[in-house]
């Protein structure tokens, strides 16, 4: 299997680990990432505050790229995910707005590229078989609780997650590295977002409640698949000692991948893994 | 032009509250969201305008999906700040971000973390909390901001996506 690989600017900014153990976990499984040359920022969240052709505009243009390269497209960041999923359908739905990018990009946009998340893919039955040969350590005593934000779930038109208030893709891949996933109430509950830089107040508010949450149901750290949630809850939890890992950080070091002391390093809680 | 023309799908909004109570920053807000849908349909434009709610806002759309009505409230947020964008009008401190943000992807195609950070300060004032330096500094020792911004996006599509925009 061959993708697009749209890493975003998370990725090769604050949250580096996320995109070297995606790296390393697609590598394991037999997945091949191609970058998307030159792509850009999809606009995050904070475009759409500002003008609707940008927020449609600057998705619009890696998804013609990955098309070019005629191969489906890999977002790990749950704004790029979205972001491109958005443009993606109205570009599908609307022939007036795919003949305007058409000409503007000089180029005829068909806009039929998929696009996923590593969540989609990874739960895939034929992945999560492959996950389980590739255990190297076994994290059967790890209790966690798997966190999903706001932007891999809504809109649920747009994402198409299983369940958008109760979804299981992530605990689908966890319980198969055996992981002991525990049930909470919170997991589509919003972090506070992009807030951490102007009104840090507010995210240390939700986020902080988020990790009482997680201790309370009894887990001893929180899975996450978005890069701003991983930070504001690593970084606004308020000495509560509760690791924030991603699921590909999980995944990596169960398959025994050696690298993963180094992601873990970057965290802010350090997990007791490795 | 009224708020409301642009937004039909306000008026099938029978004040049910769902989209308040589902709002993780409704106590946080001058007006809760299904007051501001009420003030729209009642042309209290100005009102909404000047109120702190759309730059409290997440965006994080609880709200849309589980109002019954289809009422589209996130749309109706972005509306709101892009007229007060426009208008000037600028409340609280969130409405310094989606200009600054902008400025760096025109400027790069990319966001480089730490020249975002310089963009908002300069516009609200370089004034850094204890905690704040705390924190950056620890960022820094664990190797999460990078200080090399990354390469410019040039290619000739995207710069033409700008010269769509008033930007």
């Known amino acids: 299997m061959k993708f ?48 609707f052709f940008l927020r449609i505009a600057l998705p619009a243009l890696n998804l013609l790229k990955a098309e070019e390269m005629g191969l489906p497209i890999l977002a790990p960041c749950a704004a790029c995910f979205l972001n491109v999923r958005r443009a993606k359908k109205a570009l599908l739905e609307n022939e007036k707005l795919r003949t305007k990018f058409s000409s503007l990009f000089s180029k005829n946009f068909q806009a039929k590229t998929q696009v996923f998340h590593p969540l ?27 966190y999903y934000g706001c932007y891999l779930v809504r809109p649920p038109e747009i994402t198409e997650i299983d369940d958008p208030e109760n979804p299981h893709l992530m605990e689908r891949i966890m319980e198969a590295l055996g992981i002991q996933v525990i049930d909470w109430a919170w997991k589509v509950d919003c972090c506070g977002g992009s807030h951490s830089l102007l009104n840090p107040h507010l995210v240390k508010k939700l986020s902080k409640r988020l990790v009482q949450k997680a201790k309370e149901s009894g887990a001893q750290g929180i899975v ?34 050696k690298e993963a002391k180094n992601w873990f390093k970057r965290h802010m809680v350090k997990p007791s893994l490795g | 032009m009224f708020l409301k023309e ?69 749309e109706l947020m972005d509306r709101i700040r892009q007229r007060a964008l426009k208008e000037k009008i600028y409340k609280g401190k969130g409405f310094s971000l989606p200009l600054i943000f902008l400025k760096e ?34 960022m820094f ?25 008033s930007f």
């Open chain 1, 224 to 257: 996450v698949a978005c890069p701003l949630c991983q930070a504001n809850l690593d970084l606004y939890q308020e000495n509560q000692n509760m690791p924030i890992y991603y699921f590909t950080e999980l995944m990596g070091f169960s398959f025994g991948i």
């Open chain 2, 105 to 138: 992807i025109k400027k790069r195609g990319r966001i480089h973390e730490i020249s975002l950070i310089l963009g908002l300060k300069r516009l609200v004032g370089f004034r850094v909390s204890m905690e704040e330096l705390r924190m950056g500094l620890k």
């Open chain 2, 6 to 74: 642009a937004l039909p799908e306000l008026f099938k909004c029978y004040q049910c509250l769902s989209c308040t109570l589902g709002c993780p920053l409704a106590e946080e807000m001058d007006f809760k969201p299904h007051q501001l849908v009420n003030l729209l349909i009642l042309g209290k434009d100005k009102e909404v305008l000047n109120s702190l709610t759309p730059w409290i806002c997440a965006s994080c759309e609880s709200c849309e999906v589980r109002c019954p009505n289809g009422v589209p409230l996130s």
């Open chain 1, 4 to 51: 697009a690989y749209y890493p975003g600017c998370s990725l090769e900014g604050s949250s580096r680990e996320y995109d070297e153990s995606l790296r390393a976990v697609c590598e394991a499984l037999g997945i091949q990432l191609v970058e998307i040359p030159q792509w850009n920022c999809c606009g995050a969240s904070s475009v759409h505050q500002v003008d």
């Open chain 2, 141 to 165: 020792l664990k190797g999460k901001l990078r200080i090399r911004p990354p390469k410019r996006v040039s290619s000739e599509s995207f710069k033409r996506i700008f010269e769509e925009v």
């Open chain 1, 120 to 146: 989609w893919v990874f739960s895939k039955p034929e992945f999560i078989e492959r996950s389980q040969e590739l255990i190297k350590v076994k994290l059967s005593d790890l209790k966690l609780v798997c």
